[in-house]
Each structure stands twice: as structure tokens, then as C-alpha cells.
T-cell receptor
Framework: DAGITQSPRHKVTETGTPVTLRCHQT?????MYWYRQDPGHGLRLIHYSYGVKDTDKGEVSDGYSVSRSKTEDFLLTLESATSSQTSVYFCAITTTTGSTEAFFGQGTRLTVV | AQSVTQPDIHITVSEGASLELRCNYSYGATPYLFWYVQSPGQGLQLLLKYFSGDTLVQGIKGFEAEFKRSQSSFNLRKPSVHWSDAAEYFC????????????FGSGTRLQVQP
């Protein structure tokens, strides 16, 4: 399972509150990603990281920020949660050699009420 | 920009019947192609992948897929479906350089009838 742990697994929060989701990996992979999954859209890339302090935006980055101060942790922050950010969030890694095969965490179900 | 289309949102097959899930991609160079499966409430599991070489690739759980460059397709097949195959299936494409992120199709939900 590539040693990926997401926390929390479930969260309910109120509109306007900040929320941080954590992705932790144990195998020192360089590339890490945050996706959101919504019905009819598959998974869409929010942000990604290609090293400590090196991050960039994906296709649906508005309203989200990320940080990576250590190789093993990639944090996704919703500065002020909105109902449109209710979704399932997946963290993923790809290995640095060979293929771009991605390994996924178990997901975090976030509900914004 | 790369993109993936899965034309079938929902497919129902009888147990023991054959299965083919369609996937079309758009990408300027030779793509890296993947099929993932997701059971309800679970993460994504890789079924198979194509990078180069033999265009017919074998995966786990008896699945296979064929890369057809002329049709920009990477369809997933299984000769005999089991009830446990009921899940959602995602096709994805990735570049071999740059951010290396996957672009996913919208998924096909498979229902298996007894």
C-alpha cells in the first residue's frame, strides 16, 4: 500500500472554518498529490509536490493551499471551507524511478455543512 | 492537455458474462495508461498499466487491456465476470515527465447480476 496514511478519515465542518487534511508516507517518495473525487468527475488534481517546499497547482486548486515541510508529510488546507468542497480527498504518491504509477491513500471524506 | 473519456457511466452484466469497459484518451505523445478499481468506501487499486511494448497487458483479478494507438483507446476486458467485480473502474493517463500526475476519466460503475 506504499505506506500512505491519511488523517482524518472522516470530518464534518462548518462553512467558513479552516480545515487541514494530512497525508503521511513512510517510503520517502518525492512526488505527492492531492486529488478530490466527486460523482461524475472521477478524480481531479488539486495540488502536487515534487519535493520539500516544492509545490504547484493542479486543475482545481482554487480555495486550497498545501504545504510540505518534510518529505513524509503533505498537508492540504481549506482556508475557509465551502459546501462545494464537500468531497472525498485522496492523497497519492508516485515513485521517482520508472513508471508514473500512482499509489493512493484510503481517502478522507469531508462534509462541509 | 491530456484527457480521458469513459463513455459508459454505468454497465450491468450477468455473472459469468464477458466484460469490456471503454476508455479513450487524448495525449500528444505515447501515453502511460492505467486502469484502477474502486470498491465502495475504499481507495483505488491498480488493475494494470501500459507503458510500452506488448499492446495487450495482463493485470490482476483476471483483467486485461489492449492499447490501440490508432483508436486512442485502452479498453479493459474480462472474459468471465464474478459478483465481486462489482465496483467503479477508472481509466487514467499520465505523462512521463513533468508533474507526472494522472488524469482520470469520470469512471464506469459496474453492476453484476446473479
Amino acid at each position: 500500500d506504499a505506506g500512505i496514511t491519511q488523517s482524518p478519515r472522516h470530518k464534518v465542518t462548518e462553512t467558513g472554518t479552516p480545515v487541514t487534511l494530512r497525508c503521511h508516507q513512510t517510503e520517502n517518495h518525492r512526488y505527492m498529490y492531492w486529488y478530490r473525487q466527486d460523482p461524475g468527475h472521477g478524480l481531479r488534481l488539486i495540488h502536487y509536490s515534487y519535493g520539500v517546499k516544492d509545490t504547484d497547482k493542479g486543475e482545481v486548486s482554487d480555495g486550497y493551499s498545501v504545504s510540505r515541510s518534510k518529505t513524509e508529510d503533505f498537508l492540504l488546507t481549506l482556508e475557509s471551507a465551502t459546501s462545494s468542497q464537500t468531497s472525498v480527498y485522496f492523497c497519492a504518491i508516485t515513485t521517482t524511478t520508472g513508471s508514473t504509477e500512482a499509489f493512493f491513500g484510503q481517502g478522507t471524506r469531508l462534509t462541509v455543512v | 492537455a491530456q484527457s480521458v473519456t469513459q463513455p459508459d457511466i454505468h454497465i450491468t452484466v450477468s455473472e459469468g458474462a464477458s466484460l469490456e469497459l471503454r476508455c479513450n484518451y487524448s495525449y500528444g505523445a505515447t501515453p502511460y495508461l492505467f486502469w484502477y478499481v474502486q470498491s465502495p468506501g475504499q481507495g483505488l487499486q491498480l488493475l494494470l498499466k501500459y507503458f510500452s511494448g506488448d499492446t495487450l497487458v495482463q493485470g490482476i483479478k483476471g483483467f486485461e487491456a489492449e492499447f490501440k494507438r490508432s483508436q486512442s483507446s485502452f479498453n479493459l476486458r474480462k472474459p468471465s465476470v464474478h459478483w465481486s467485480d462489482a465496483a467503479e473502474y477508472f481509466c487514467a493517463v499520465a505523462a512521463d515527465t513533468g508533474r507526472r500526475a494522472l488524469t482520470f476519466g469520470s469512471g464506469t460503475r459496474l453492476q453484476v447480476q446473479p
